[in-house]
Nanobody
Framework: QVRLVESGGGSVQVGGSLRLSCTASRLTHSMAWFRQAPGTERSGVAA???????GYVDSVKGRFTISQADDKRILYLQMNSLKSEDTAIYFCAADDEPDFHAPAGRRGDFEYWGRGTQVTVSS
């Protein structure tokens, strides 16, 4: 079992930045950020695995950066140039197997999930 705890969410104006963090209770081989806005499906935003594979959904390319701390137990999502459509609950996910479906993973790719952190972008 892996416990994932997200932090760093909050409210920001359009064009602003936020950095999300996710701390895992132990090492895993793939990690990702998903998001879910009201009335929508939870969908992958960015993912990374132990082989070095990184993927982003098109809508965040060039604005968001996924990375890990050196010990690979902390996952980050640096979000710049935020838009109102980025408003959602952001969830951290992890799995003991590397690899994920392009571009940024599917829910079934990840066994472990955090409780989420709210990101609100307003104009």
């Amino acid at each position: 079992q892996v416990r994932l705890v997200e932090s760093g969410g909050g409210s920001v104006q359009v064009g602003g930045s936020l950095r999300l963090s996710c701390t895992a209770s132990r090492l895993t081989h793939s990690m990702a950020w998903f998001r879910q806005a009201p009335g929508t499906e939870r969908s992958g935003v960015a993912a990374i695995d132990s082989t070095g594979k990184i993927g982003y959904v098109d809508s965040v390319k060039g604005r968001f950066t996924i990375s890990q701390a050196d010990d690979k137990r902390i996952l980050y999502l640096q979000m710049n140039s935020l838009k109102s459509e980025d408003t959602a609950i952001y969830f951290c996910a992890a799995d003991d197997e590397p690899d994920f479906h392009a571009p940024a993973g599917r829910r079934g790719d990840f066994e472990y999930w955090g409780r989420g952190t709210q990101v609100t972008v307003s104009s």
